[in-house]
């Protein structure tokens, strides 16, 4: 990602456009080429971030057209889609789709856009040719300008539907995340897979779930349609989590949590898997690892069996949805998650005897 397109450089008075006082940028000697040339040398970057301040000229007139910040400033988006032909993914900065005037605004920097509706700016910056909103992390007024976008294109304001717009930032943003080489129809069998540290014995079962396994990066011939019954399946949702990270919105603190909905895959599907997961030990604020009792099936040749009935411990115990908590084969009660203390290996005198440990660790404790 290259940012900020374009020219904050030209602040009025030299103050910061993230502030009320620096919202301005003006070009007294009508500049702003020299600007632009800077970004004409790396657009071949997959991405590109607006900046935040309102263009004026020296007479204190608008640039553009909208007397308004970056994102909202259709001009100078069609200088860079348009003029300079830039097809790739373009985000708003953090702020930008929040107003000063709005209820419980931290950060609010949609400078020229106070007075209008939550929803009426996500229609004006889509409408600039933008597909991501920098620090949104709550669609519901991206929804609202869904509904508002189509009621335009049906009174003949909008040249193209909500949907369309939409399928064209995510056509974009799909561009930008898949790898830029093919992709083959077949895959080749793996060979030769080696087992890693801690894996010995569990190998085999994993490999042959991976063969098994099916990622679909098209849907060719609608193998998937709206129409299709799924009410006799059963689907697997991982959980995941993050230790969150200091910031200037606060603390960090952890999140844990399924990836997808699962009232929503409930709803599709007939039975919902997840894991059992529950917070480790913590030191100082980061999860150090998990660890959980679990019970398995038989297995060919005793792939998967404890070493030690009642030893076994695996981050991620499955479960069904709506099923209680599985019970250790050693005790009525709920088994209640255990963290292990040391994440030294055990010594090869102890190894043969002891369970096994999983240890999970995150990037906030490397």
Known sequence: MIKHWAGDGAGEGGRESHT?????????????????????????????????????????????????????????????????????????????MTGANDEGAFIATAWGAEDLTPAERYVKVLGTGHDMFGG??????ILEAADLWQEQFEAGDQEVDAETRFQESGARILNMSLPGR????????PRGV????????????????????????KNSDGIISADTDYSDKTVYIPQSSDNGLP???????????PSIDLDVAAQFFG??????????????????????????GPGPRGHG?????????????????????????CS???????????????????????????????????
């Open 194 to 217: 080696r087992i890693g540290p801690g894996q010995r014995g569990q190998g085999g079962g994993r490999l042959r779930r991976a063969l098994a396994s099916v990622v679909m990066l």
């Open 20 to 96: 009320d006082a620096g919202k301005y940028r003006v070009y007294p000697g009508d500049n702003l080429d020299e600007h632009v040339s800077v970004f004409q040398g790396a657009l071949d970057a997959a991405s590109v971030m607006t900046s935040y301040s309102i263009s004026l000229d020296a007479d204190g007139e608008p640039l553009f057209e909208d007397r308004m910040g970056s994102a909202y400033d259709s001009g100078q988006m069609s200088l860079l889609r348009d003029d300079n032909s830039f097809g790739g993914v373009v985000v708003t900065d953090w702020g930008v």
């Open 271 to 296: 039975e919902v898997v997840t894991d059992e997961v529950e917070p480790g030990r913590r030191r100082q604020g980061r999860l150090l690892h998990h660890a959980r009792p679990v019970q398995r």
């Open 136 to 141: 949104v992390n709550d669609a519901t007024y």
């Open 247 to 257: 910031s200037l919105f606060g603390d960090p603190a952890y999140t844990q949590g």
């Open 182 to 189: 093919p992709v083959r129809e077949r895959l080749p069998r």
């Open 305 to 329: 069996q404890p070493h030690h009935r009642c030893g076994v411990r695996q981050l991620g115990l499955r479960r069904r949805v709506g099923q209680p908590t599985t019970r250790s084969p």
């Open 332 to 366: 009525t009660a709920s088994t209640p998650l255990t963290a292990t203390t040391s994440a030294r290996p055990p010594s090869r005198a102890t190894s043969s005897r002891m369970a096994p440990r999983r240890t999970v660790r995150t990037s906030a404790t490397r």
